[in-house]
């Protein structure tokens, strides 16, 4: 069964603090990897996409890795400021197709950067 | 912003009301896509539309009726809805194969609140 896995499922940090977001994935046969950041009342923003032979890719201070071999990807966030807070959701594809079904939403992180 | 919007942004009704939810992109795309989120729950897709024609459907009740006029607009029409139908209720639109990158990256609209009273 395709699944996406999310932990922590709620996680409270200190304004300029590191974080690491977990997620594990069933899914298969896997084509990429997105990290997405949904602020309250808004919709899912895109922070990063891995396919199969990347292991690691930054934007800002955002840093996602993917062990394909363990489906296991993580996204780092580095000196957090209030403005992360949000939700954070991975989400994986399947190859070979361009349905909306190849999709795989995790229920996503909550985070939340206190001052 | 992503170049997806949606309109109304919260909506409170009444089971017996009919309502529609629109959904306008401004990125040239040619799929279309309604999802369902709840607390708690992943993203659930509900209905895809790829130039115009419904393509997916995802099990979703009948008092959920999608209509894609053309590429850039998509609605979803409400009528009878259930207290559990509350939720956000997301459109998403994406570029076809072949297209400039990332063609096959889904962008979101804002979402439209729905609260079924």
């Known amino acids: 069964k395709n699944q996406v896995e999310q932990s922590p499922q709620s996680l409270i940090i200190l304004e300029g603090k590191n974080c690491t977001l977990q997620?594990?994935?069933?899914?298969?046969?896997?084509?990429?990897l997105r990290w997405y950041k949904q602020d309250t009342g808004r919709g899912p923003v895109s922070l990063t996409i891995?396919?199969?032979?990347?292991n690691t890719k930054s934007n800002g201070r955002y840093t996602a890795t993917l062990d394909a071999d363990t489906k296991q990807s993580s996204l780092h966030i580095t000196a957090s400021q209030l403005s992360d807070s949000a939700s954070y959701i991975c989400?994986?594809?399947?190859?070979?197709?361009?349905?909306?079904?190849?999709?795989?939403f995790g229920k996503g992180t909550s985070l939340l950067v206190t001052p | 912003e992503t170049g997806v919007t949606q309109t109304p942004r919260h909506l409170v009704m009444g089971m017996t009301n009919k309502k529609s939810l629109k959904c306008e992109q401004h990125?040239?795309?040619?799929?279309m896509y309604w999802y369902k989120q709840s607390a708690k729950k992943p993203l659930e897709l509900m209905f895809v539309?790829?130039?115009?024609?419904?393509?997916e459907n995802n099990s979703v009740p009948s008092r959920f009726s999608p209509e894609c006029p053309n590429s850039s607009h998509l609605f979803l029409h409400l009528h009878t809805l259930q207290p559990e139908d509350s939720a956000l209720y997301l459109c998403?639109?994406?570029?076809?194969?072949?297209?400039?990158?990332?063609?096959?990256?889904?962008?979101f609209g804002p979402g439209t609140r729905l609260t079924v009273l």
């Open positions: 998403a639109s994406k570029g076809v194969a072949g297209g400039p990158p990332p063609y096959n990256e889904q962008f």
């Open positions: 997620c594990n994935y069933t899914v298969s046969p896997f084509s990429n």
């Open positions: 891995m396919t199969f032979s990347e």
């Open positions: 989400v994986v594809s399947r190859s070979n197709s361009n349905s909306g079904y190849a999709l795989n």
């Open positions: 990125l040239g795309h040619n799929a």
């Open positions: 539309y790829n130039f115009k024609e419904q393509t």
